[in-house]
């Protein structure tokens, strides 16, 4: 893409760096993005691991990398206070914490428990209930200038696949039908994301279908990276469904993180989603993010007829526990996939009216949500 263009399209895009509250909740990420800081998997793939980490045990593995997130932790804390991009540069270990990453991520693929659905999988001999084996398939990859006006433009990855079953699904030709798209391994996914990068792309939106099944590959991508000298801010585009060890394996390779929250009733993410436990999953997650103060915008989708069931309890949830998070209230609803097909969704098999849009507005401005600069 010329890589300028966005500027027509999205003037907004570069405009929204005028607002201090933007600029102060996405410092880390504008700061990646500008390499005026390395992304944490420079940091992670520096955090020196013993070399013989492939002979541990699962249990003792997870211990190792639990005691190396903490090193992590401290040298973010150190570079979220003085910067310095000079260390995506620097010699690697022989061994590192991204390293134990990738290693415990591909270990999943024998009994997958990435996501929440645990439905322990042999990948390599079979499918999970996300459809997906033991290769992801990209179905596209293009620079997205339809993101919220801080991504853009957002280097975007499309994974086909995914763990949900959402009925009103958008991207459903690919999420559900995992044959979509081409296969492509971890060498792949870094060169897409070099060609992405160079190419004038804000960051790397790993997105679907779900990213969630695909931790391994995109894991061992950003080993490829790191060796390179490559930077570039790592987006996670994802339902949050992850279980906490799935969780963990990224944390310290997000730079920004998009999740969508979608329902405030358990009952209606197992009708629209088939996704059971749904509060409790989503809310541990997001607390788990939100109490490291990383960089975030949460999308909020608003249904028809579900304002006071699910945006209103969404809203009120992010209000009081992700105060720092930015918040992009959704109208862009319509019926697609099974809702205009079966009569069981006819209550939402319309687009959400302007009345609701009005009240989705007025209690994210009661909470004193920042939603403005990116809805
Ligand atoms: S990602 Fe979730 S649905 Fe897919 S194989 Fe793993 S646990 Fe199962
Ligand atoms: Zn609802």
Redesign the pocket.
Known sequence: MEAELWRIYRPDAAAVWEDEVVRERLSWYYRVMRDEAPAKYHIAARVEAPGDYREANDEELWRIHDELAKAFDEEWARQRERPDVGLASRPLPQASLLDVKVELAYR?LKG????E?????D?TKGR???L?GAKPRVASFFHHLGEEAPLVPSGTIFFAGC?FRCAYCQNWDISQYPESGVEAGPRELALIQIKLRREGARNVNWVGGEP??NIPWILDSMRELAKRGVNVPQLWNSNMYLTQRGLSLILHAIDIWLPDFKYGSDEHALRYSVAPRYWEVVTRNFSAICGRGEDIIIRHLVLPGHVDCCTRPVLEWIAKNCPRALVNVMDQYHPDYLVPRLAKYREINRRVSEEEMRRAYRIADELGLAWRQVS
């Open positions: 999943q997958c428990e990435l996501c659905r645990r439905c322990r999988a990948r999970g209930a996300c997906l763990n969630t099944p």
